[in-house]
């Protein structure tokens, strides 16, 4: 008797996936035939040097700048030729966090996190202030700090309330441009932990440019590496490290990256 074939079952759509861009400023080519994809319920780390343009791709996949060539789609919509309705409808289905927070300096805690709200839903000033609340316990906020100005927070606070109004309208990508930069090593970590924790809770694909080393080990299922105007390798960290390339070689084997993959080899729990 023939042996019956095993049926695979068929792969799922990336979330994100970016095709055969090129961007351009004047003269300048930043990105050209870059190609990504991102499955859905990853956290993918994106690295590179200074100038590759990490910010740039984006900006250009969350629909703020349109790339000169090339297709973005993201949770199955052309970005840039999706009629504008489609198109806000799928901005409310991520959230962004920019680097460096983006919070309006005269609003306290709460309202920053209510514009989200206010603006998108058909929410009254009670409930949003009510779900609001809940955003600020999920981002691990003390609830003391719900009517504090921006300006009365340490650095690491700002980026969970930029965390949690990123995640008011409950998105399914999450987009972190340089999270734990300029955070100290112990708070960095305990962002570190809240955004794994997230994920595995909400099931949220995340999007994020770091440049942090531990970051990378500690939270990443995939790395990718931008440089040379694309994207080099997208894959798991170990692939990654392996991959024969100057920057490759020089960040993940240099000192600091030997360094942060011992350190997490000696911290993390064994499966």
């Known amino acids: 008797?023939?042996?019956?074939?095993?049926?695979?079952a068929p792969a799922a759509a990336p979330v994100i996936t970016v095709q055969d861009m090129t961007t351009r400023f004047g003269t300048q080519t930043v990105h050209e035939h870059l190609d990504l994809d991102v499955p859905r319920g990853v956290i993918l780390?994106?690295?590179?040097?200074?100038?590759?343009g990490k910010s740039v791709l984006l900006r250009t996949i969350i629909g703020l700048r349109r790339p000169d060539a090339g297709r973005v789609c993201v949770l199955g919509e052309d970005v840039y030729a999706t009629p504008a309705a489609q198109r806000i409808a799928v901005e409310r289905r991520i959230g962004v966090l920019f680097q460096?927070?983006?919070l309006f300096s005269s609003m306290t805690v709460t309202e920053n996190i209510c514009v989200p709200l206010l603006e998108h839903t058909t929410l009254g000033q009670r409930d949003a202030r009510r779900l609001a609340t809940l955003k600020i316990a999920l981002a691990g906020l003390p609830q003391d700090a719900r009517d504090k100005y921006p300006s009365e927070l340490s650095g690491g606070m700002r980026k969970r309330v930029a965390l949690a109004r990123a995640l008011a309208l409950d998105p399914e990508i999450l987009f972190l441009d340089e999270p734990t930069s300029g955070l100290d090593p112990i708070t960095a970590a305990g962002f570190d932990r809240l955004l794994r924790t997230l994920r595995d809770a909400l099931g949220l694909t995340v999007y994020m440019n770091t440049h942090d080393l531990d970051s990378i080990h500690a939270v990443c299922d995939r790395v990718a590496v931008l440089a040379d105007r694309r994207v080099l390798v997208a894959a798991d960290l170990a692939t990654v490290e392996r991959y024969d390339?100057?920057?490759?070689?020089?960040?993940?084997?240099?000192?600091?990256?030997?360094?942060?993959?011992?350190?997490?080899?000696?911290?993390?729990?064994?499966?």
């Open 1 to 8: 008797m023939s042996a019956i074939p095993a049926v695979t």
């Open 45 to 52: 780390g994106v690295v590179g040097g200074s100038g590759t």
């Open 100 to 102: 460096d927070g983006a």
């Open 245 to 271: 390339h100057p920057w490759v070689r020089d960040y993940f084997r240099g000192p600091r990256g030997r360094a942060a993959g011992a350190a997490y080899a000696e911290t993390a729990p064994e499966v």
